[in-house]
């Protein structure tokens, strides 16, 4: 099991930029993928970005273009940096720890610890 914790949340107008951390402790970093997902209120959990262990990315279609995922593995740190954000890019992101495979991958049944959220607000 991996402990993570999210920082960098907030209130952003749109058009604005906003960037999150995930600090990761309790097992090796580097092994598995690492993913962001977000959940809008009234609105089931979604996928964002993954990064595998050698970097390959996803995105979701809605963000392509917008938001970069990074991580730093001697840091044990994930990144997510969002620019041009959108109202609908409101909700509360999730810092997700692969439990299975290197790849990049888009399922949350690939994910096996979850950080606590935090909560990233997008005024019009």
């Known amino acids: 099991q991996v402990q993570l914790v999210e920082s960098g949340g907030g209130l952003m107008q749109a058009g604005g930029s906003l960037g999150l951390s995930c600090a990761a402790s309790?097992?090796?970093?580097?092994?598995?993928?690492m993913g962001w997902f977000r959940q809008a209120p009234g609105k089931e959990r979604e996928f964002v970005a993954s990064i595998g262990a050698i970097g390959d990315t996803i995105y979701a279609d809605s963000v392509k273009g917008r938001f970069t995922i990074s991580r730093d593995n001697a840091k044990n740190t994930l990144y997510l940096q969002m620019n041009n954000l959108k109202p609908e890019d409101t909700a509360v992101y999730y810092c997700?720890?692969?439990?299975?495979?290197?790849?990049?991958?888009?399922?949350?049944?690939?994910?096996?610890?979850w950080g606590q959220g935090t909560q990233v607000t997008v005024s019009s």
């Open positions: 997700a720890a692969g439990s299975r495979f290197a790849a990049a991958t888009t399922s949350q049944t690939d994910f096996g610890s």
């Open positions: 309790g097992r090796p970093f580097s092994r598995y993928a």
